[in-house]
């Protein structure tokens, strides 16, 4: 098993990100266009079972597996070190995005 996400790594890593920033945009939509406190928890709980865990968790498999820094690795850590500094800001733009585009009631018909 491990030598299988070993090998597809890349794929793996990219297609969680690609889930979580569609969990990302499914809370934001919950949140604010159909505001649902249950389905905003749902989306909350897939985007740690898509983001955040698992791709702790592939970095550490590849380190262990290589006992090196590599470039996978490397994206990794800049990837959770983004999130945390740079992307919250990012985050907090994306949300506002979103909270006028989705809480608005005014329809712009012309």
Not at 66 to 93: E, W
Request: proline share 1%; charged share 20%.
């Amino acid at each position: 098993m491990q030598a299988l996400i070993i090998e597809n790594k890349w794929l793996i890593l990219f297609i969680l990100e690609f889930l979580a920033w569609a969990m990302t945009f499914f809370m934001l939509y919950t949140r604010y266009k159909i505001q649902s406190a249950f389905w905003f928890k749902i989306a909350l709980i897939l985007f740690t079972l898509t983001g955040v865990i698992p791709q702790l968790l592939l970095g550490i498999v590849n380190f262990i597996k290589f006992k090196k820094i590599d470039l996978f690795t490397l994206v990794i850590i800049l990837l959770i070190i983004y999130s945390c500094t740079i992307g919250k800001k990012h985050l907090q733009k994306l949300d506002s995005w979103a909270k006028e585009k989705f809480s608005s009631n005014k329809k712009n018909i012309r």
